[in-house]
């Protein structure tokens, strides 16, 4: 059976259009720099920024074609398109957005929010850099760099960006096997997921985990089972409780696993201990090659709870994703409970690598998707729209993003692979070295800590 492009049934994902670049963030080992990333040297916004906007324009363009010699020689760059540029900006702007559906709430996130100039750009140049990741794992792969399974999450970067932007960096977050994104959004360098695709030593898993298997600091993968990260959200939620630490865990799943007997009976627990646990379930419409309505008698999954409270997002749009998630962040912290958020979302590419992704759904159905509801042109185009960037500045976003995924990819194709003997260690944290059992029971490895 085919179903109907995204946009008739009712997905959520309105007309929309957009594209883009940044500064690479600083890394440390494996994880990112948590602190926000710092502007070009060259040309940071605050050194000439409050004088030059209290300017009339002519003297902005006088001081423009000053500075623009001297920048000129250390920048590198068009100096006096992008002061001119940036003295039009503005700081912040309202948008609209869609309304979430709501289920047992009164009362959902609201209808409009401030977006600020530095979170846009942030947050543009987040989506991009997992989109960039995404394609190019999908040519590390056709060359053959990288084995194994391989989920991408090409389509779905304004749920990670969103959900991150809605949370603090103390929560926590647990997913299923298309973990690249968020695993990106909660720390990791692109290098060090590139790195553990290829499954080299400076990956994020030390090369042992790969595509299915990436973890940081309050981040606990990547589970290849379909669903089993769902009790395993609940416990880490129990355990925020238990520690009284006011921490939530957001625990994410498909719209295939959603239909597993353990996500029922996780719900159960969770409200009936009241855990500040987040269940979000990923609607990208299938699950594998299977479409919602073939696999869902209940295709709201937001309702799916019963007794839990839920509501339905406009997963395409990080602000949306943004404002529900502190909403759902806001009532578990306060000791409600569990709530169900649904993300309307898709995926650009198949379930994985083996999978082309037009035998059950028609090439017309993707591209639509993409020129109607792209989170990214989304973005792109309410930015623009409200002068809180430029087409240069996004531009210069876009190849900075790129270079730093090249530099990644080549990093993630030449570091070396971790030795044979290194097999068992780490499997433990603080634990004395033990014997591992390889394949066999002849075979021993050492596991050091
Ligand atoms: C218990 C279990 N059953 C089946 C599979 C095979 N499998 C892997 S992904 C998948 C589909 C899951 O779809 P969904 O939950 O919608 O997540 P999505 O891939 O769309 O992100 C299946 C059936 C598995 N890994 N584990
Ligand atoms: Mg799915």
């Excluded at 920048?71 to 503005?90: E, G």
């Excluded at 985990?209 to 959200?233: D, E």
């Excluded at 919602?292 to 997002?313: C, D, M, Q, W």
């Amino acid at each position: 059976m085919q179903s109907a492009p995204a946009a008739q049934r009712g997905t959520g994902l309105g007309p929309r259009g957009i594209r883009a670049v940044i500064v690479a963030p600083r890394t440390f080992g494996g994880e990112r720099d948590p602190t926000p990333p710092a502007r070009q040297p060259a040309h940071p916004p605050g050194w000439w920024g409050a004088a030059a906007r209290s300017q009339p324009c002519s003297m902005r363009k006088m001081l423009a074609a000053a500075v623009s010699r001297v920048l000129s020689v250390v920048a590198q760059k068009p100096a006096r398109r992008v002061l001119l540029s940036s003295c039009n900006f503005s700081n912040k702007a309202t948008f609209e957005m869609k309304s979430c559906d709501l289920y047992l709430l009164e009362k959902g996130p609201p209808v409009a929010t401030v977006l600020t100039r530095e979170d846009g750009i942030k947050y543009y140049r987040m989506m991009q850099t997992v989109r960039r990741m995404e394609l190019k794992a999908d040519q590390l792969y056709k060359q053959k760099f990288i084995r194994g399974f391989c989920h991408l999450c090409d389509g779905q970067e304004a749920c990670y960006v969103g959900l991150e932007a809605g949370i603090k960096p103390s929560d926590h977050v647990i997913t299923s096997y298309r973990a690249h994104g968020i695993g990106y959004t909660r720390g990791l360098s692109v290098r060090s997921i590139l790195a553990e695709l290829t499954g080299r030593r400076g990956g994020c898993a030390k090369g042992k985990g790969g595509s299915m298997h990436m973890y940081t600091k309050r981040f606990y993968g990547g589970n290849g089972i379909v669903g089993a990260q769902v009790p395993l959200g609940a416990g880490i939620a129990l355990a925020c409780k238990y520690m009284g630490s006011n921490e939530i865990c957001l625990t994410l799943y498909g719209d295939g696993a959603a239909n597993q007997g353990q996500i029922a009976e996780t719900y159960n627990m969770a409200a009936l201990w009241k855990l500040p646990c987040v269940f979000i379930c990923e609607n990208n419409l299938y699950g594998m090659g299977t479409s919602i309505e073939r696999s869902s008698a209940n295709t709201e999954y937001y309702k799916r709870g019963n007794f839990i409270p839920g509501l339905r997002v406009d997963g395409m749009d990080i602000l949306c994703v943004r404002e529900a998630t502190k909403f759902v962040a806001d009532y578990c912290r306060s000791g409600k409970g569990p709530i169900l958020m649904e993300l309307q979302t898709y995926r650009y590419h198949g379930h994985s690598m083996s999978d082309p992704g037009l035998s059950y759904r028609t090439r017309e159905e993707v591209q639509d998707v993409r020129s109607k509801s792209d989170p990214i042109k989304l973005l792109r185009e309410r930015m623009l729209s409200k002068q809180l960037t430029s087409i240069d500045e996004l531009m210069e976003i876009e190849a900075n993003v790129k270079k730093e995924v090249e530099e990644a990819a080549q990093f993630a194709t030449t570091d070396p692979e971790p030795p044979l003997h290194e097999l068992g260690f780490h499997l433990y944290n603080n634990n004395p070295p033990f014997e591992v059992r390889g394949p066999n029971q002849w075979i021993k490895f050492k596991s050091i800590s």
